[in-house]
């Protein structure tokens, strides 16, 4: 649900029909994203890692969506597996973890990122380093 709302909804209306440049539009929704998941945290310290962790995913998710052609189903798959890890292994009590989470999640964000370029090298990103904050991504979306 939370891919749907975040990604499909915010992001996808900030981004893909209003306009905005990836970086704010990212931003918006993984604010929201990570103020959702603070409720975790138990110390000030804690909750501060628990929205940088989520506030990071948001934004990870948000180009993961983008990059794939606005697939949806790439973020959500992956949110599903990431959360399921958490149930399945007990590998943490909240979203920052321990060593094993953040290894998993680590090579998780490393293998979706060298994939994506990979599979998009020929092409060319969608989000480059003009996209991110000073120009609008509407035509090359399109």
Known sequence: MEEFLFRGFLFG???LKLGWCFIPAA?????IFGLGHVYQGNAFME?????FITAMGAVWFAWLYIEWNE???IPVFLHIVMNLSWLLFDIGENALGDLA?????TIT?????????????EKGLKIGKKELIWQNIQSRVQ
């Open 13 to 15: 209306l900030l981004f």
């Open 27 to 31: 931003l918006i929704g993984a604010l």
């Open 47 to 51: 909750t501060l890692g628990i929205f």
């Open 71 to 73: 697939n949806l189903w």
């Open 101 to 105: 989470a953040n290894l998993f999640r």
């Open 109 to 121: 964000i490393t293998l979706t990122i060298v994939i994506t370029i990979y599979w998009h090298r």
